[in-house]
């Protein structure tokens, strides 16, 4: 067998007119990095979008990283040129990370790799992919690049066509270790522990250079299939870790790198959770851990029952994100039947029992979906608020091979098949006559006023004459 091959993964570049680090970590690729490392291979990792540049420099509109609460910050960022995709949109356009230089300087301080894996998250951000695999060609020239992750899974023919990477690999990460060896000779040890989420090790968080937080993984899947949404093509099974692993990889986290605040990132944290989750919650709270929990991707309305809301304060969930999306009842079935109007009112009266306040509760609202109107995006804003929550409006990002795609490219007067730049959430391309981009700005409007004070029944009406 060929000896131990070095593999960098690299975290690429996020380009955008906004991101945050709210609790956005590279999970897969800190997934595949430790199951590279238990079979036997060296890993070294780069993160293009860390908080902390080691070289940072100064120019005009170059900001740097900064820390907020919970672990979160802002990436450092630097104004680069428009694509003319974006042409009529009046914003600034950046480039999230660390500076071209910076990473040359630490992609020269490493061994030359034998392999190079790039992941990939949001579809619209594949020109900061490009720009990265453009360095590290620059300097490994000869090194494979192999470019993986969620737009090359979504997007495989685009990301062939324009990455610069090498191949495109789509597989799941059971055939990985088979694909690795035909491309190293070198078989990894644990070729077993890649086929499931309960077997795999914790993602190697210690990789990065300044955790302030830790992701969390502790299922795949979900078992509802709305229409907008791409978790059953990404994760088409559905699986849980059991209590004692989710336990221990807090407790690790805590104790190896001192981190206090967790994000998770099932698509189902909550559901079929007895068994799981829960003992995981129940004993921290037995030994009296204080850590604080956050769930940016939302949890299920339908499991906050009163002891769950209980368990959820006691244990240190701090942001609580609940998936509501709309409040007109043939929509909720036509997008998904996961959620009802008395569902979410009983479930924010279960948390406000519990303890939590208004401000750690954010609902999520989707907004100019196709078919969908501003008027019923302004009445959940409003019932939202009534309830004694926080809406949170989700533009529309249009993802392929959804159910709703053929629609959303139907009314769409942008090319969502051929420019993924167009799925950004902010360029809000499934924008119409009868759902205008003003619709949006006023809808905005509505949801900044509604934070600040719960509106009365019936006030703001978004209509264009507002
Ligand atoms: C967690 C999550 C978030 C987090 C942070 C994500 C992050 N890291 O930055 C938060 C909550 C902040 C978030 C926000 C949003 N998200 Co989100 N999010 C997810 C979610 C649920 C999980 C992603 C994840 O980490 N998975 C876990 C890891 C382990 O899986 P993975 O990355 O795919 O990696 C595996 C493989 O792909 C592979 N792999 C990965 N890299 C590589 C590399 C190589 C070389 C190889 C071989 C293999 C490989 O191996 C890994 C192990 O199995 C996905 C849905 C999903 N189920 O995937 C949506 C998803 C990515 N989000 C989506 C959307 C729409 C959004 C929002 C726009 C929502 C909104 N309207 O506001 C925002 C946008 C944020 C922004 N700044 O622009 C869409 C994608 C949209 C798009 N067009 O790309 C998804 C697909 C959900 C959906 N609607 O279907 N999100
Ligand atoms: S419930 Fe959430 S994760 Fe599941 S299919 Fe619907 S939107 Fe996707």
């Given at each position: 067998m060929s000896k131990a091959p070095f593999i960098l993964l690299v975290n690429p570049w996020i380009t955008d007119f906004a991101a945050h680090d709210?609790?956005?970590?590279?999970l897969g690729l800190l997934s595949l990095g430790a199951l590279l490392r238990d079979g036997g291979c060296g890993v070294g990792l780069i993160?293009?979008?860390?908080?902390?540049?080691?070289f940072p420099e100064e120019g005009p509109g170059i900001l740097p990283g900064t820390d907020r609460e919970y672990g979160t910050g802002k990436f450092p960022r630097t104004p680069v040129e428009k694509p003319p995709a974006y042409r009529e949109i009046p914003r600034r356009y950046y480039r999230f990370g660390i500076q071209p230089d910076s990473l040359r300087r630490r992609l020269r301080s490493?061994?030359?790799?034998d392999l190079i894996w790039v992941t990939s998250i949001?579809?619209?951000?594949y020109p900061g992919i490009h720009q990265t695999v453009d360095i590290l060609r620059e300097v490994f020239t000869d090194t494979p690049i192999w470019l993986g992750g969620i737009y090359a899974r979504l997007c495989p023919e685009h990301a062939a066509a324009t990455?610069?990477?090498d191949e495109v690999v789509t597989l799941a990460p059971a055939l990985l270790p088979a694909k690795l060896e035909a491309a190293t000779g070198f078989r990894v040890r644990?070729?077993?522990?890649?086929?499931?989420l309960g077997t795999s090790?914790?993602?190697?968080?210690?990789?990065?250079?300044?955790?302030t937080y830790a992701p969390l993984l502790t299922s795949v899947g979900c078992p509802f299939r709305c229409p907008y949404c791409a978790s059953a093509i990404l994760q088409p099974g559905w699986e849980r870790r059991n209590a004692p692993d989710i336990y221990d990889e807090i407790l690790h986290w805590h104790h190896r790198?001192?981190?206090v605040d967790f994000a998770f990132y099932d698509?189902?944290?909550?559901?079929?959770?007895?068994?799981?989750l829960r003992p995981a919650l129940e004993r921290l709270v037995r030994e009296g851990c204080r850590f604080r929990f956050h769930t940016p991707n939302a949890v299920h309305v339908?499991?906050?029952s009163p002891d769950w809301c209980r368990l959820l304060y006691e244990s240190g969930f701090t942001t609580l994100r609940l998936g509501?999306?709309?409040?007109r009842p043939d929509r909720q079935r036509e997008w998904?039947?996961?959620?009802?109007n008395q569902m979410f009112l009983g479930a924010v009266k279960n948390l406000l029992g519990a303890g939590f306040s208004r401000e750690q509760l954010g609902v999520y609202l989707l907004c100019?979906?196709?078919?969908?109107?501003p008027e019923e995006v302004a009445e959940a804003i409003r019932v939202v608020a009534g309830a004694g929550a926080q809406p949170y409006l989700c533009e529309y990002s249009p993802v392929p091979g959804t159910p709703m795609w053929k629609e959303a490219c139907a009314v769409s007067p942008y090319d969502l098949a051929g420019e993924p730049?167009?799925?950004n959430n902010t360029f809000f391309?499934?924008?119409?006559?009868?759902?205008?981009y003003e619709d949006l700005l006023r809808l905005k409007d509505l949801n900044r006023a509604s934070r600040r004070r719960p509106l009365e029944a019936g006030a703001m009406r978004p209509g264009r004459e507002a």
């Open positions: 709210l609790w956005s970590k590279p993160d293009c979008v860390e908080r902390h540049d080691p490493l061994p030359r790799p949001m579809t619209y951000w990455s610069g990477a644990n070729a077993g522990c890649w086929k499931h090790p914790f993602p190697a968080l210690d990789l990065l250079d300044h955790p790198l001192a981190v698509d189902a944290l909550l559901l079929r959770a007895e068994e799981t339908r499991a906050l509501l999306e709309t409040t998904g039947g996961k959620v009802g100019g979906l196709p078919g969908q109107t730049l167009y799925h391309a499934c924008r119409r006559p009868d759902f205008a």
